[in-house]
């Protein structure tokens, strides 16, 4: 653990952004620096009539970009963010706990979303078929093409990457020509709002985004049921996004809600391999992604070396003060979340794990944490721990990873560390997940490539920002004589 490098700058008072004005309101939240819960910033509180504002000024704009003018301001916000990056990453920091490696990691993850939207903007993906296909065939043609949605899409993002969750969801509504309100967590809020003051100087009609923030429980309703919403996309976890399900009824819904991801060692692994994936997946971003490894799933025959070289790793670990850039991990999101985790860690050892090291908590910093011998059935494994901890679960032979490996509610990815063909290809056939990654974490993707989970983890629907684009968009087909 290092000490605190600086301290938190004076307080910011940030406004919403209505179509781009800024809007300052008495009632505010407040938003802290998890490392030492001082306050760095306050956000206003949204009343149901600014919601309702942003809504009618989105409605009423009909965006008019060409394919070049919207591929100019995604590029020209992607370069804004390059120069700009030490800032971003250092406000991430502040309003997250998140260490400067991770935000710096993220900054630069978002540059990539704006390259890759910014490409697709000038991609045409409409088809034709021609008409004369069958003996009662003719000669006409179908064409199709993808149109932005008529009505308003609602975006509500989760705490984890405060920059990389938003700039999912607004890159592929500039992309498509969409307009959008934005309400990102109120935990870390702060950069959603510098990404659209990027996005308006990078030349956004400032009505095609909207940033508001809130109390859920005074103007979510209204952003799920607003009768000018057409779509919501919501990156959060199961409870509110099924919540969002039954309340969002005729809209167009794209749920990313949690994981429970594994990674799954099999006996003719490289163990050095997976023991450094294993501490990779399981730590990055402070344990706090939807794709975290959060169970580890490995063959007994290899289970003992294979838990030797993840505490090792695991020590060898730097965790403390996110400003101190030599710092591999910082804080989790509060201390109530840190208090969690102790408790279900707490929990499994009573029940007969065995804690390898960590545990240790200070406020919301929890130092990484291994557990051996957990049984599947423990809360540790079976519920969702968005945290540092690795609970490692044997097991005897591939039906039986994988029994376990479904046998939670989730279905989100999947990392599998093995070398044979045999394996690999039941994995991918018989794993209920999303993504199944071979060698690899099941985080990594490109920020292009269809991403999404099943079962509680979503309804199979999926992001990245080829997907998103398609979802933003009606197809509409139409035909002519030819
Ligand atoms: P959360 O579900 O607590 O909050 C997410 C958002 O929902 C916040 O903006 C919050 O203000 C808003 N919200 C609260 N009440 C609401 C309501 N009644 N109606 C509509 N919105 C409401 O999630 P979190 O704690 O911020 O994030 C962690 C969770 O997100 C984890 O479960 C994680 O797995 C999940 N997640 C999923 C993905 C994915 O792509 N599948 C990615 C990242 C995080």
Not at 90 to 108: A, F, H, N
Not at 123 to 149: A, I, N, W
């Amino acid at each position: 653990m290092s000490q605190p490098m600086m301290k938190p700058a004076d307080i910011h008072i940030e406004a919403l952004r209505i179509a781009g004005e800024r809007v300052y309101r008495d009632e505010v939240i407040e938003v802290t620096y998890p490392y030492t819960g001082e306050v760095i910033a306050t956000v206003p509180k949204a009343t149901l009539e600014d919601v309702r504002r942003a809504y009618r000024i989105a409605r009423d704009y009909k965006p008019t970009l060409t394919r070049y003018e919207r591929y100019k301001i995604l590029m020209r916000a992607g370069e804004i963010i390059a120069s700009r990056l030490d800032e971003i990453s250092r406000t991430i920091t502040m309003e997250s706990g998140l260490c400067r490696k991770d935000s710096l990691y993220e900054v630069g993850r978002a540059s990539d979303v704006l390259l890759f939207a910014a490409n697709q903007a000038l991609v045409d993906d409409g088809q034709v078929f021609s008409c004369d296909l069958t003996h009662h065939g003719k000669s006409r043609k179908v064409y199709t093409m993808r149109e932005p949605l008529l009505g308003v899409i609602t975006a509500i993002t989760p705490f984890n990457h405060p920059l990389n969750q938003v700039i999912h969801k607004v890159a592929p509504s500039i992309a498509t020509n969409n307009r959008m309100v934005l309400k990102p967590s109120e935990k870390t809020p702060l950069t959603a709002f510098i990404l659209a003051d990027i996005l308006y100087e990078a030349g956004l009609p400032p009505q095609m985004l909207s940033v508001i923030t809130g109390d859920p429980r005074v103007i979510a309703d209204e952003m799920l049921t607003h009768p000018d919403v057409d779509l919501v996309t919501f990156t959060g976890g199961v409870a509110i996004g099924k919540y969002i399900a039954g309340k969002a009824t005729y809209k167009r819904q794209i749920l990313e809600l949690g994981g429970n991801d594994p990674i799954i060692v099999m006996e003719d692994a490289d163990i050095e391999e997976a023991a450094t994936l294993a501490a990779s997946g399981s730590y990055k971003n402070s344990g706090q992604r939807c794709t975290a490894i959060k169970r580890m799933l490995v063959h007994e025959a290899v289970a003992d070396r294979f838990v030797e070289l993840l505490v090792q790793k695991t020590r060898a670990l730097k965790y403390g003060d996110p400003m101190d850039k030599s710092v591999d991990m910082g804080t989790v999101i509060d201390e109530a979340a840190a208090i969690q985790f102790e408790r279900v860690v707490n929990e499994a050892i009573a029940g007969g794990a065995k804690l390898m090291c960590g545990n240790v908590r200070r406020g919301a910093l929890y130092s990484p944490t291994v557990l051996d011998r957990v049984d599947p059935e423990m809360t540790v494994a079976k519920q969702e721990t968005f945290g540092p901890v690795s609970p490692v679960i044997r097991f005897k032979d591939i039906d039986d990873a994988i029994r376990i490996s479904n046998g939670t509610a989730y279905g989100l990815s999947s990392a599998v560390c093995t070398n044979r063909l045999d394996y690999i290809t039941k994995f991918i056939r018989e794993l209920n997940v999303g993504s199944v990654n071979v060698r690899e974490v099941p985080g990594y993707r490109l920020e292009l490539t269809p991403f999404g989970g099943i079962k509680d983890s979503g309804l199979g629907y999926k992001e990245g920002v080829l997907e998103a684009m398609k979802s933003f968009t009606n197809s509409k087909t139409y035909s002519l004589p030819w």
